[in-house]
């Protein structure tokens, strides 16, 4: 538990200073969960794998060209690490490519929304917040109540009654928002919904490749919670829907 309170306390000074600081931190964090992945899928890893500093390299240098240039420069540093990986290693390459598009495009999309000025410190509070409401009301909603499985195959201790949950505990932190005025956002309590729907999404993504490859845990970065990646599959899959919301939406 302490050393969970340290990491949200960092992101949270690092966030609300924002610019270099936002960028250098989301920068490791990347790098981090790619190696967490590789080292998913392969089911172990050792650190003279040419492949995974590219993967992390490519994974950072798209946060780094959008934090200090802009979101296309960063599309634009993945496409080439995406390139550079697909000639580094064939090992598993069906896996690596989409995990590095997965796990590095909405970390620079996160970082591109803490850019805003006005609305960046804001916007992220409420995107994690939601994430995090999402998580901790389907934990005790499915303890609670208990119930049919939500997903079984992918996630044996996920139930439905978990799920509606989180959804409600999402949608009274999209509430709470709201009346709070910090965010402007339209229709701020669906879209609040729609990313705790998403955040579980995410959440149930990551249990099914670990149970795929028989991992209990992505790593062991973090004592007692295991690694990033599974602390922050909520909120890629939360940051994918706003992304793809935003794109069809703006």
Request: hydrophobic share 60%; with cysteine; proline share 4%.
């Amino acid at each position: 538990m302490a050393s969970a309170a340290v990491l949200i306390a960092i992101a949270l000074i690092d966030f609300w200073r924002g610019g270099l600081y936002v960028t250098i931190l989301v920068m490791a964090g990347t790098g981090l969960m790619l190696w967490e992945y590789r080292r998913i899928v392969l089911r172990g890893l050792s650190l003279s794998d040419r492949t995974l500093w590219i993967m992390a390299g490519s994974g950072a240098a798209c946060v780094a060209a959008t934090g200090l240039a802009d979101l296309p420069y960063g599309v634009a540093a993945l496409a080439v690490g995406l390139v550079l990986t697909a000639l580094s290693d064939r090992a598993r390459i069906e896996w690596m490519l989409p995990g590095l598009a997965y796990i590095a495009l909405p970390m620079a999309i996160l970082v591109d929304m803490r850019a805003d000025p006005a609305q960046g410190f804001p916007l992220v509070l409420w995107l994690v917040c939601v994430v995090i409401a999402a998580d901790v009301g389907a934990y005790f909603a499915g303890r609670l109540i208990g119930g049919p499985k939500l997903w079984p195959r992918l996630s044996p201790k996920k139930t439905w009654a978990g799920a509606i949950g989180g959804l409600v505990a999402a949608l009274i932190v999209g509430t709470a928002f709201l009346f709070s005025g910090h965010v402007s956002l339209p229709v701020l309590v669906l879209l609040s919904g729609i990313m705790a729907v998403a955040s579980m999404a995410g959440d149930l993504l990551e249990s099914w490749l670990k149970r795929r490859y028989g991992v209990k845990d992505a790593s062991s970065l973090i004592p007692g919670h295991g690694g990033l990646l599974d602390r922050f599959d909520g909120l890629i899959g939360a940051l994918w829907a706003y992304a793809l919301l935003g794109m069809f939406f703006a």
